[in-house]
């Protein structure tokens, strides 16, 4: 009887263990997945693919409905059941091209949850499966607050845009409510409001993207939030829920004072947390972190030899962060780290290049202020508002800023946020810079196509050594 099923066994079948798979078919090596959900993982299933989609539908739809062209008139109807049929087939599609047409002969997944039974070993749908070396791929999943009441009540998490699970939603609520300030909270909050749901926000702290952004960031997209209509309380402190009638009731406290707050729908955003806690890992011998991530060193590998982890699974180690990027970048390197003969390959989180797809989008690349100051760099930082960048103001659309933190003596730049047009694909010249540890003059000197928004760079770097309100189109 052979000793091993496979050479590389991976919990999860997502993005990172993918990326993993193709890594360790190109090397020559056997790969076995394990999935107790759909294959695919988060990204493409009820993530980023899904809920990117309906945010364009709600921006195009707000485009035409407030059109930032005086001259423009007109009017576009939501048929919200077709706009989820179209999400469904979108998402079905992705699937089978991107993820299941990959599985050959040198891959192959087994369904159903696994466990560990010692380091090598798992246990799926009453079936051991062997393998030489191992990666726990299984990613994260939203955070269940300790909230009173919240066991008790129908809810939503940011899973809501699954296809063909329980949870997906698919008739428009007339009310939403959003416990969380995050990322998923701006996101599906404005494009819901779009979509014509009274959308109320409470968040704990005093703005939203409090921890991790700069604070113009949360105070630039809060204010253009609530512009749009969507009710934004912070400093709020949930304490409980319960279920009225056909709808939801939050109690909070909000400046010393009882409130409560009723939707028909409530959706809970209160971040993510790594799926560690389902696989008897005390079997397999790895050590885990505070908060339930796998830990591991620079190469990906955990506490025990052959084992490795990446992607949401080790939490932000390293500088990772939960993003699908991420995971299958690190995906890749682990599988070389645990199958191939050549030199370990280290990860390198320096430079991650972010976006939050509210509108306008938010880019972020590298430390804030506050994150550079506390690694001992004297700041030099600006912020610069996109009205002065031309092409917001000849596309009507001059919302947002960005911000530029540099070294001040060296000149080297650090971390760019923006918001504002296109800001998602802006901030991948500012990664590409930053990759090669580009100084302020190496934005100024790079000639920008005109006009485009990309200048921003240009010009927040430009500000270091003049007012770029002073400065004819071009000039540098």
């Not at 780290?337 to 972010?354: G, T």
Request: hydrophobic residues 40%; aromatic residues 4%.
């Amino acid at each position: 009887m052979k000793r091993f099923d496979c050479d590389l066994l991976i919990l999860g079948a997502g993005s990172t263990a993918f990326a993993a798979a193709l890594r360790a078919r190109e090397l020559g090596k056997t790969a076995i997945m394990t999935e107790n959900r759909t294959v695919g993982g988060t990204c493409v299933n009820r993530g980023c693919l899904p809920s990117k989609n309906l945010i364009e539908a709600a921006h195009i739809l707000a485009e035409a409905n407030h059109p930032r062209y005086p001259g423009l008139t007109g009017e576009m109807r939501l048929a919200f059941a077709d706009l989820i049929a179209q999400k469904d087939q979108l998402v079905e599609d992705y699937r089978r091209k991107k993820y299941e047409r990959l599985i050959d002969g040198g891959i192959r997944i087994e369904r159903g949850h696994a466990l560990f039974i010692d380091p090598h070993t798992l246990e799926i749908n009453g079936r051991r499966l062997r393998g030489e070396k191992v990666l726990i791929a299984t990613g994260s999943r939203p955070v269940e607050p300790s909230i009173e009441g919240l066991d008790r009540v129908p809810y939503l998490t940011s899973d809501l845009l699954t296809v063909g699970e329980e949870q997906e939603l698919k008739d428009l609520p007339e009310s939403l409510l959003i416990v969380g300030g995050g990322y998923i909270a701006l996101e599906l909050g404005q494009m819901f409001q779009r979509f014509g749901t009274r959308v109320t926000i409470l968040e704990r702290s005093a703005q939203v993207l409090a921890h991790g952004y700069e604070p113009q960031v949360g105070q630039a997209i809060q204010e253009i939030l609530v512009n749009e209509g969507v009710q934004i309380l912070t400093k709020a402190n949930v304490q409980g829920v319960e279920q009225e009638n056909k709808g939801i009731v939050v109690h909070a406290i909000l400046d010393n004072r009882s409130r409560s707050f009723k939707a028909q729908l409530l959706l809970v955003a209160a971040g993510r947390r790594s799926n560690t806690d389902k696989l008897s890992i005390e079997k397999a011998g790895v050590r885990l972190g505070e908060r339930g991530e796998v830990m591991v060193d620079e190469h990906l590998r955990t506490s025990i030899e052959h084992i490795f982890a990446a992607g949401d699974v080790i939490g932000s180690q390293l500088g990772s962060q939960f993003a699908t990027p991420v995971g299958s970048h690190d995906g890749g390197i682990a599988a070389h780290n645990a199958l191939s003969n050549e030199d370990v390959r280290k990860v390198d989180h320096r430079v991650i290049p972010r976006a939050l797809f509210t509108d306008p989008q938010i880019g972020l690349v590298g430390m804030t202020e506050e994150e550079a100051i506390a690694a001992g760099h004297p700041c030099w930082c600006n912020t610069v508002p996109m009205s002065l960048v031309p092409r917001a103001g000849a596309i009507r659309d001059t919302r947002g800023l960005i911000k530029m933190v540099a070294d001040a003596e060296t000149n080297e730049v650090l971390g760019v946020s923006m918001v504002g047009h296109n800001a998602g694909e802006v901030i991948h010249e500012a990664a590409m810079a930053m990759r090669f540890h580009a100084k302020l003059q190496d934005f100024i000197d790079l000639i920008h196509v005109y006009p485009t928004m990309a200048e921003a760079l240009k010009i927040a770097a430009i500000s270091r050594y003049k007012n770029p309100e002073k400065l004819s189109c071009c000039a540098d």
